[in-house]
């Protein structure tokens, strides 16, 4: 597979991913309507990449901390191995650095997600 192909393929599994995980939250009582709105009008990776880069950890991280799922988070999932080449090391940085805000372990969380999932083709 090229760089082109590769890029849409893993734009197109995360938004499969984003849209699934919108449907979870919402079935644990927390709907995500600002980001469920951002999803529609930016794309997956562009509402990812602007959730992440606010300076602020947003009401969401705030909220799946709370239910204890953070794993659930856009800036967990930003973290996953097979999704690095759609965002750069600024977006993923600071992913790592709102998590760690949260008194999150970052990499063993980060490995224990990974290790539940298997990508999708």
């Given amino acids: 597979m090229d760089g082109t192909s590769e890029y849409t393929h893993l734009k ?34 562009e509402a990812a990449r602007r959730l992440v880069l606010d300076p602020k950890p947003s009401y969401g991280l705030w909220r799946l901390r709370d239910l204890h799922r953070l794993d659930a988070s856009v800036e967990m999932w930003v973290l996953l191995p097979w999704y690095e080449l759609l965002f750069d090391d600024s977006v993923r940085e ?3 650095r709102k998590l760690r805000l949260l008194d999150v372990d ?5 490995g224990q997600l990974a290790a539940r999932l298997t990508p999708t083709n």
């Fill in 106 to 110: 970052v990499d063993r969380e980060l």
């Fill in 94 to 96: 600071q992913a790592a």
């Fill in 12 to 45: 197109r599994r995360f938004s499969r991913d984003m849209a699934n995980g919108v449907a979870e939250l919402a079935r644990l009582g927390y709907p995500a309507r600002i980001f469920h709105r951002m999803l529609a009008e930016l794309g997956a990776v």
